[in-house]
């Protein structure tokens, strides 16, 4: 089945606006560049996509996108991840894709053999793949690509199971280590820190970005 990832990326100054309380705050764009670049580095290795999308009114991101050979669709709204992702989507469509793997930015530690072997496991219908509280969509697969209308935000786990239900499809959790932690908060910094400083070839752009902080809480 022909796979295509979607990445929508807001605009780099307005990203990780939950981190202005934190030493990140001034970085809050280059952190967002840096995961970006990470994200995308890490999916050109994953064997099973076909096609790569970032969704995004970021001029920087599509520079990147193009960087990694992905493809860049336009977001000028930015009207939030949701939204992105259908145009992401209606593309991915468009362009003969029968499954789709809405993945995002912000988690760096991303791994291409995860994805892969989430594709060839993948039966169809939707699979949600949680962040590390459980309670949220770090990750969406969707095979037909419109099989439900993704609805991330807080609660979105469920969420998406229920629109699975209601639609008829088939609906799963798939733990996916590598996509648990995305970065929100302070606690997320603090804990991506300490992965990045024990194994920085993991994202080394993030890496370098994140040692510039000096202690991510100050």
């Known amino acids: 089945m022909p796979a295509a990832a979607i990445v929508p990326i807001k605009r780099f100054r307005s990203a990780k606006s939950r981190l202005a309380g934190t030493s990140a705050s001034g970085l809050r764009p280059a952190l967002a560049e840096a995961m970006l670049t990470d994200v995308l580095s890490e999916l050109t290795h994953a064997g099973r996509l076909e096609l790569i999308l970032v969704v995004s009114g970021e001029p920087a991101a599509a520079h990147i996108a193009r960087d990694f050979g992905a493809v860049h ?3 000028p709204a930015d009207a ?9 989507i209606a593309h991915a469509k468009a362009t003969g894709a029968t499954t789709v ?3 995002p930015g912000d988690c760096p530690l991303v791994r ?18 949680p962040d590390r509280h459980g ?4 990750g969406l697969v969707l095979s037909p690509p419109g ?21 008829g499809v088939r609906g799963s959790v798939i733990e996916i280590s590598s996509l648990a932690l995305d970065l ?6 603090l804990e991506l820190s300490a992965v990045l400083a024990a194994e ?4 080394p752009a993030t890496a370098a970005a994140v040692a510039l902080l000096g202690d991510p809480l100050a």
């Open 184 to 189: 929100d908060t302070g606690d997320d910094l």
């Open 200 to 203: 920085p070839a993991i994202a």
């Open 73 to 75: 669709i336009d977001d």
């Open 112 to 129: 291409s053999a995860e994805i892969d072997a989430t594709l060839a496991g993948f039966g169809g219908g939707v699979a949600v793949i």
């Open 147 to 167: 099989a439900i209308a993704p609805a991330f935000g807080p609660g979105s786990r469920e969420r998406h199971l229920e629109l699975a239900r209601e639609a």
């Open 101 to 103: 793997a809405l993945l």
């Open 135 to 138: 309670s949220g969509t770090n």
């Open 80 to 88: 939030g991840h949701s939204e992105a992702a259908l145009l992401g």
